[in-house]
């Protein structure tokens, strides 16, 4: 019988802990959009470095992320290491397509170009039905929550003294990635520090921000 019982609090705790944490908040209207936060830039350089694990094996990349959009609204990321060698380019035309323009052979797989999309696509605010814009009041009391959905599962911003300070990924039983946002000094800025968490896949990707040099 303690078995058993042992048993079935250890099922209760794992579905308690992939449960996501924003069951049960409650829908409110929307007085202002989350959409006030969407970057616009013309150009921005970051350090980015990504750390992580595989199984038994370690693996670390680094070197500069560098955004920009061009005259005709199409958006590019491109990620180079300190040789100058492309790690991947990636670009959304105006009415926000998207495409790889290149990438580096050991990278060059479909679940790969999925998650650096989605990624992206959070930051830059991309990718997601703007229709189903909701707001479910407190994150865990800090903040206003928005929710919008993807085509897989949903994104949410925390929004916390008119700041853009937090982005999660989730679907209706986890949180996948956490996206920690810091030191925009306008609303539509694009961030200083940007720290990508993903849980299930373990590992992380850290940008910050290269003021010199950006426009050369």
């Not at 680094?62 to 300190?82: D, H």
């Not at 679907?171 to 993903?198: Q, W, Y």
Request: proline share 2%.
């Amino acid at each position: 019988m303690k078995y058993y019982l042992r048993l079935s609090s250890l099922i209760i705790l794992f579905f308690a802990s992939c449960a996501t944490p924003y069951k049960g908040l409650q829908q409110q209207p929307v007085r202002e959009s989350v959409y006030r936060f969407q970057p616009e830039y013309d150009r921005v350089l970051y350090r980015c470095i990504v750390d992580g694990r595989f199984i038994f094996k370690k693996f670390h990349l680094s070197g500069v992320l560098f955004f920009k959009q061009l005259e005709n609204g199409t958006k590019r990321a491109i990620f180079q290491n300190e040789m100058g060698i492309a790690f991947f380019d990636m670009e959304w035309d105006k009415n926000g397509n998207f495409k790889v323009r290149q990438m580096m052979e050991q990278l060059n797989k479909e679940a790969v170009k999925k998650t650096l999309r989605k990624d992206l696509e959070m930051l830059l605010m991309m990718g997601m039905d703007k229709n189903s814009e909701i707001l479910m009041g407190q994150d865990r009391g800090k903040g206003q929550l928005y929710r919008l959905n993807r085509e897989e599962g949903y994104v949410y911003y925390t929004v916390d003294d008119n700041r853009l300070v937090k982005i999660e990924n989730a679907d209706n039983r986890k949180t996948i990635v956490t996206v920690e946002i810091g030191g925009k000094t306008t609303p539509k800025a694009m961030p200083d520090r940007v720290l990508f968490k993903h849980h299930k896949a373990n590992f992380t990707i850290s940008l910050t921000k290269i003021e010199r040099n950006v426009n050369e």
